[in-house]
């Protein structure tokens, strides 16, 4: 694996324990490179987008949290980076296929183990 991408996943690990910001731009200029040299790195090494694997990072978390506590949608949304709960439901119905209140219910966090190598070292 490309330097880079390992460093890369150890950041956004290290980021996502300590609940820290997980977007592009932090996670960029921890790295010390422009944002367009990592996305541009990522995307050929990867065929992803870098912002929508970190939003996936973001939405998996959020449904550990949903399984594992007792927090409000809304605070959880906040928690995970999303500035708007709308956008978050939305996107997170659109990943898991139901509600973080149906997740919460009725949904199983197995799903997350089974993806990708690049997502699966992240986890």
Do not use: W
Not at 50 to 67: I, M, P, V
Not at 85 to 94: A, D, G, I, L, V
């Amino acid at each position: 694996m490309d330097g880079l991408l390992r460093n890369l996943i150890k950041t956004v690990r290290r980021r996502m324990k300590a609940d820290e910001e997980l977007t592009v731009e932090a996670v960029t200029k921890e790295l010390g490179y422009t944002r367009q040299y990592v996305s541009g790195r990522f995307h050929r090494m990867t065929g992803r987008l870098l912002s929508h694997f970190l939003k996936e990072k973001r939405l998996e978390k959020a449904a550990r949290l949903l399984k594992t506590g007792n927090m409000r949608v809304s605070q959880i949304a906040r928690r995970c980076g999303f500035d708007s709960e709308n956008y978050f439901r939305q996107q997170f119905r659109e990943r898991f296929g139901m509600s973080p209140r149906q997740f919460r219910a009725n949904g199983t966090l197995r799903a997350l183990s089974d993806r990708p190598l690049v997502q699966a070292q992240i986890a």
